[in-house]
């Protein structure tokens, strides 16, 4: 959770390794995430997101993520700056995205009743699937595919820079087939309301469920509400919801992204689109044609904007 406009939480100084604690930024499923600050080998100070690892987490799985961290490395991806351990706790530094994650920046356009600009949803998903792409196919550094699945698409592990660059982060429950990394078969992983259908069915996640998941982002970009009983705690419901889906709200949208996100959001995996590059040239088409693609400038003063913005 490395979001520099978020509300922060004051700790108490402490070092763990080369770096000094700041602030406390949030918590996720194996990490809290510390604001936290180091000075390079030039003697320049610099900050980093801190994940210490939570007590009630096997380091074994905290290892896998630091490990796949160090062999993943694209430019929509979080990147890893070291791992270690201190005071008998382990942490990954990664770096410290200024701009946010998506998921707040969600928040902020519901408080002020607004939707995000829709060149700038569609072009957020294309920079995830660029993301995704390199994922599914990655390998280990001797080049034997480690048949990747991301596990935990969802707008709270989609972050920006300050640069507006866009960066998927988050890889605790990631799956690999073709090595012994993420949670075993059978094991529930992820979170609930952004779930493909075959997964709340107990089977294995695939490259198509990411790409499921990455459609109910798009869904809710786009049409500014989540598809599939967002605010329900029964998890039988939202699970039947997700297996039944129903998306009403596609009608309003302009025909060939209504078209778009009824693929993404198929459930059946084969009716799917293939690969995350085919979905992201579907939604890239889309933007050529309509002429809503951002610039670059677009996109760094709209983030200016709401990333500073509170969310009461």
Known sequence: MQTGSAKTV???????????LRSRLGEGGMAEVFLADAVDARGQPFSVALKLMRKDVSVEAFADEADLMGVLDHPNLVRKLEDGEAFGRPYIAIEFLSGGDLDRLLRVHERLGR????????????EVLRALSYFHQARTRSGRPLELVHGDITPSNIFFSGEGEVK????GVAKARGATIGPQDGILAGKLHYLAPEQTRGEPPLPASDLFALGIVLHEL????????????DEARVMA???????????????PLAQILRRALAPDPASRYHTAGEFAGALFTWLLDSGQSPSRQHIQDWLKKVSGQPLL
């Open 115 to 126: 939707r995000v600009p829709l060149g700038i949803a569609l072009h957020t998903c294309i």
């Open 168 to 171: 998927l982060g988050d890889f």
């Open 10 to 20: 004051e700790v108490p100084s402490r070092r763990y390794g080369r770096y000094r």
């Open 222 to 233: 786009v049409v500014g509400v989540h598809p599939f009983l967002r605010e329900e705690t």
């Open 241 to 255: 919801a997700i297996r039944a889906g129903k998306l009403p709200l596609l009608d309003s949208l302009d025909r």
